[in-house]
């Protein structure tokens, strides 16, 4: 069985830009695009909305601001007690990963907490690197008593690693996510998490494309940030 990779993707949906099928090209940036691929976008004239990812000056964004995001998740974890707070980072390269990472550890500082590599762990915007990452934060001495995972995906992994270690969340270790995926509240606990506007995000970004194409934005291309909210459940 053949896997296509994310460059061969490219390749075809550039093909069929050039050949008109497409009249404006959204892009949910997951991995930074190399600058060569950008130039190659951006010469076919077609209006480019970005999702999120690294800025670009030839493309519209919309985006919600992931470090503000964390920084409202350690506030929330330093106002409740918490001194001792770890972190399952997100998958490497993504932007949004470094911005949340960013966050926690400026929230640390800013309150006057130590920040320590051991209390930061590796992880990859999946489950099972959140199990991991929950594990090595386990072994630490001493132990976390927070945990902020970069996803909620990767919560879901530190919830099932405390479960399996006999840990109580909350109370011996509170757990907070990012996504608020629908999955969040049939968890128990149910979890905290960030609501980061999926569907608002996709609103602005379709609105953007559509009004490039009727000539209705000004020349400068456009920075929406959608607004985030922290959603308390029962997990911290």
């Given at each position: 069985?053949?896997?296509?990779?994310?460059?061969?993707l490219?390749?075809?949906?550039?093909?069929?830009?050039r050949?008109k099928?497409?009249?404006?090209?959204?892009?949910?940036e997951?991995?930074r695009?190399?600058?060569?691929?950008w130039?190659?976008?951006?010469?076919?004239?077609?209006?480019v909305?970005?999702i999120?990812?690294?800025?670009h000056?030839?493309?519209d964004r919309?985006?919600?601001d992931?470090?503000a995001a964390?920084r409202d998740?350690?506030?929330y974890?330093?106002?409740?007690?918490h001194t001792?707070?770890?972190?399952?980072?997100?998958?490497?390269a993504?932007m949004?990963?470094?911005?949340r990472?960013?966050g926690y550890?400026?929230g640390?500082?800013?309150?006057?907490?130590?920040?320590?590599?051991?209390?930061?762990?590796?992880?990859t915007?999946?489950?099972?690197g959140?199990?991991?990452?929950?594990q090595?934060?386990?072994?630490?001495?001493p132990?976390p008593t927070?945990v902020?995972?970069a996803?909620?995906?990767?919560a879901?992994?530190?919830l099932?690693a405390?479960?399996?270690?006999g840990?109580?969340?909350p109370d011996?270790?509170a757990i907070?996510?990012?996504?608020?995926?629908?999955l969040?509240?049939?968890?128990?606990p149910?979890?905290?998490?960030?609501?980061?506007?999926?569907?608002?995000?996709?609103?602005?970004?379709v609105?953007?494309?559509?009004?490039?194409?009727r000539g209705?934005?000004p020349?400068?291309?456009?920075t929406?940030?959608?607004?985030?909210?922290?959603?308390v459940?029962?997990?911290?």
């Amino acid at each position: 069985m053949c896997r296509t990779t994310s460059r061969e993707l490219f390749t075809h949906y550039l093909r069929a830009i050039r050949r008109k099928r497409y009249d404006a090209v959204i892009v949910a940036e997951t991995l930074r695009l190399e600058p060569a691929a950008w130039r190659q976008l951006v010469a076919t004239g077609i209006p480019v909305v970005l999702i999120g990812g690294t800025p670009h000056p030839q493309a519209d964004r919309v985006y919600i601001d992931d470090y503000a995001a964390a920084r409202d998740v350690m506030d929330y974890l330093i106002r409740k007690g918490h001194t001792l707070i770890g972190h399952i980072c997100g998958a490497p390269a993504m932007m949004s990963a470094a911005e949340r990472r960013r966050g926690y550890r400026d929230g640390l500082r800013s309150a006057g907490l130590s920040t320590s590599p051991d209390r930061e762990v590796k992880g990859t915007f999946l489950r099972d690197g959140g199990y991991a990452g929950m594990q090595q934060l386990l072994a630490c001495a001493p132990r976390p008593t927070a945990v902020y995972a970069a996803n909620d995906l990767t919560a879901v992994g530190a919830l099932c690693a405390c479960l399996d270690a006999g840990v109580r969340v909350p109370d011996d270790v509170a757990i907070v996510g990012f996504d608020d995926i629908a999955l969040a509240t049939d968890l128990r606990p149910a979890l905290t998490t960030v609501y980061h506007g999926q569907r608002e995000i996709g609103q602005e970004a379709v609105r953007l494309a559509l009004a490039r194409l009727r000539g209705e934005c000004p020349e400068e291309k456009q920075t929406i940030i959608v607004p985030h909210r922290l959603v308390v459940r029962d997990s911290a």
